[in-house]
């Protein structure tokens, strides 16, 4: 695709404009989406659009961002529009404090890995249903700061495949707790058939954006090239996502919960949730030691 057309075909040619994600990368498969991000100061979700056949995520970007995970996507992205030099100048920027945003990221994963896996813990005292939605959030929280650590940029489309190719390290096995708790040995095409309707809807009631245009393309691909798991751990990393955004709304919403049960692939038993925070929890807490030093 003519990456030039895009800021025109887009209506973006008053603002600077680049492009980031995986197709920046050179590591997409056929079906991922262009992310193109304008930075126009607007505070509004991401659109979708659809250009000779390939699919735009258009994201919204300002100059005075501070969010580290936002920091961190937007690090080496290509230039496609910069007539002022004003997102040159922020890259640039970006690229000096790299370490410190990575470090910062990593930081506030494990956190959040850590929390949602207390919370989980305590959820299952009182037999709440949506215990293991945190235990799966906490995992890819989790999963985020193992491919930080590793200086690799989040990318839920491409982990599994990436994270193969790791040094065999005492960090990097703690993966294994990620594949554990995640349940991703149950991939099959029955079941991410199911998930994909799930995690579709949770998407359209959260986001209302058509976002479900990119979860129903990734998911034909992945299947069609039967990369079940990548495809049940992508499917599970948008609900996490989506989780994160409505997580005050969630016990208030019974149709979430029905959605996340499916979408999320949840476990019922609460022994084995109550197991699962004790080791993730374990497993931050020493990932949180180990970045100490």
């Known amino acids: 695709m003519d990456l030039k057309i895009l800021p025109e075909k887009l209506s973006l040619s008053n603002f600077p404009v680049g492009l980031g994600g995986c197709r920046n990368d050179d590591t997409n498969f056929q079906c991922c989406e262009y992310n ?3 930075f ?3 505070q509004e979700e991401p659109s979708i659009h659809e250009i000779d056949g390939n699919i735009i995520k258009l994201h919204h970007g300002s100059f005075s961002e501070t969010n580290v995970g936002v920091l961190k996507q937007l690090e080496d992205m290509k230039v496609l529009i910069d007539e002022q030099w004003n997102l040159r100048m922020f890259l640039t920027k970006i690229k000096t404090k790299s370490k410190q945003i990575s470090n910062s990221y990593i930081q506030n994963c494990l956190v959040d890995a850590g929390v949602y896996a207390t919370k989980a813990k305590e959820l299952v005292k009182s037999s709440d249903p949506l215990a293991d939605v945190w235990i799966k959030c906490a995992s890819y929280f989790l999963a985020d700061a193992v491919f930080l650590i590793n200086s690799k940029r989040p990318s839920p489309t491409h982990m599994l495949e990436i994270i193969r190719g790791f040094d065999k390290n005492k960090i990097n096995q703690s993966f294994s707790v990620v594949h554990q ?9 029955s079941l991410l058939s199911r998930m ?3 995690t579709i809807g949770f998407s359209d009631m959260v986001e209302k954006n058509n976002h ?3 979860i129903q393309q990734k998911y034909d691909y992945l299947v ?3 990369l079940l798991s990548d495809c049940y751990f992508y499917l599970g990393y948008i609900n996490r996502n989506n989780v994160i955004k409505t997580k005050d709304a969630l016990h208030r919403n019974l149709e979430y919960a029905h959605l996340l049960k499916i ?3 949840t476990e019922s038993d609460p022994l084995v949730v109550e197991r699962q925070a004790t080791i993730l929890l374990k497993t931050t807490n020493d990932l949180l030691t180990t970045m100490k030093y």
């Open 196 to 198: 994909v309707k799930s």
């Open 263 to 265: 979408a999320l692939d």
């Open 224 to 226: 069609q090239n039967s």
């Open 181 to 189: 708790c995640l349940g991703i040995e149950r991939a099959s095409t």
């Open 36 to 38: 193109i991000t304008v």
């Open 212 to 214: 479900s245009k990119i």
């Open 40 to 42: 126009d100061d607007k």
